[in-house]
């Protein structure tokens, strides 16, 4: 229920169109839900932010170059 919570405050905006249809859920349905269903859409939650990390454009500066951030090593 905690990612659920989580991920129920999701930016829009942070899905790709075709993926935000996972914000209209039913959240009252969801939480009563058994628990695979809540899993289910977990995990499609973070499949699609994933997906949309991944296609999102490179950040372009106001000169037009290319800002590359580092990327923190587990």
Known sequence: MDKVRDLIDTDPMDLLPENRHLLEEDFEHLGRAPSSHREYWVAEM???????????????????????????RK
Do not use: C, M, N, V
Request: charged residues 40%.
């Open 46 to 72: 973070e499949t699609a932010l994933a997906i949309a990390r991944q296609r999102r454009p490179p950040d372009i500066d106001t000169e037009g170059s290319i800002k590359y951030s580092r990327r923190r």
